[in-house]
């Protein structure tokens, strides 16, 4: 399966973007990771494909909506309030078990949006 996302981009603190991946085929489990320069890979949210459970690392709780559409095989990330620290580029990722907050449970990764978040 090939994701591809999209949405990313240079913003303000305290501005919005929702990013998005779409997949090629099929109904996944969907998760966003994100890297910032010079430092691994990191969780940032999760969603299951039938019930729809989400998951947020503690860094993004409150500011961080998660969310799918299994008709469009896509996955948003709603991030508002956004900090500086949030600067990294975002990736998607699709899988079919496991905890979903690890990247060995993810088969399928998409190349990345860059966001930055000027102070």
């Known amino acids: 399966v090939q994701l591809q996302a999209s949405g990313g981009g240079l913003v303000q603190a305290g501005d919005s973007l929702r990013l998005s991946c779409a997949a090629s085929f099929g109904v996944w489990n969907m998760g966003w990771f994100r890297q910032a320069p010079g430092k691994e890979r990191t969780f940032v949210a999760t969603i299951s494909r039938s019930d729809y459970n989400t998951y947020y690392a503690n860094s993004v709780e409150g500011r961080f909506t998660i969310s799918r559409d299994n008709a469009k095989n896509t996955v948003y990330l709603q991030t508002n309030s956004l900090k500086p620290e949030d600067t990294a580029v975002y990736y998607c990722?699709?899988?079919?078990?496991?905890?979903?907050?690890?990247?060995?449970?993810?088969?399928?990764w998409g190349r990345g949006t860059l966001v930055t978040v000027s102070s």
């Open positions: 990722a699709a899988g079919v078990s496991g905890s979903l907050k690890q990247l060995s449970d993810y088969s399928y």
